[in-house]
């Protein structure tokens, strides 16, 4: 089969879900659930040596859920890129998992973990044929996400905690993009700028 898959990042409400029905060029990673599960305990049961080894490095198994979700999404880009064809866009994908666990680290945990998140990210980066970062202002985050009629988890915080929350994502997406030459578009009412 003739497959990549980027992955597409950002902050919530900063037009991904947009961006993919303005580029007809992409398709949309959509899989069915059997096929999510099969994968999920497949990556699982394959990649307990690795996911093992973080939770010893910390003494903890509080990241066992974040660690599963990062291999299981590598798995879904290697099986997509053998039996789907054309250019596949992953949105919430490998980045946005390794993000989420980087970011309930403590700094202590960070250098604890340091050569396993290394190993973690260059995973990611062998696999993914490219990522889309999408970047947006904070508060313009935030405005739209409360605007939302979809629920989400920071219209359950205080402004001030969802901004901090934020403000935790977008730094950690500017080094992702750092680290992977990320195409950077910016995004304002909806359109797309490089």
Not at 163 to 183: A, C, G, H, P
């Amino acid at each position: 089969m003739n497959s990549y898959v980027k992955e597409i990042y950002g902050l919530p409400g900063s037009g991904k879900s947009t961006f993919v029905r303005k580029h007809p060029e992409f398709t949309a990673l959509q899989l069915p659930k059997s096929f999510k599960l099969l994968v999920f305990i497949w990556a699982i049961l394959t990649e307990i040596k690795a996911i093992t080894k973080f939770i010893w490095a910390l003494r903890s198994t509080k990241y066992f859920r974040e660690l599963c979700f990062i291999h299981y999404k590598l798995k879904v880009i290697s099986t997509v890129k053998k039996h789907k064809n054309g250019a596949i866009i992953y949105d919430q994908g490998p980045l946005y998992s390794y993000v989420l666990l980087k970011k309930k680290l403590d700094s202590i945990q960070h250098e604890q973990s340091k050569a396993q998140l290394e190993d973690i990210i260059s995973k990611i980066e062998s696999n993914l044929d490219g990522s889309i970062y999408l970047v947006c202002d904070v508060n313009t985050s935030l405005s739209r996400v409360l605007n939302r009629k979809k629920e989400h988890i920071y219209k359950n915080m205080d402004i001030e905690e969802a901004v901090n929350d934020l403000m935790k994502w977008e730094t950690e997406f500017e080094k992702i993009n750092e680290r992977l030459s990320s195409k950077r578009l910016v995004t304002e009412n909806n359109v797309f700028m490089c």
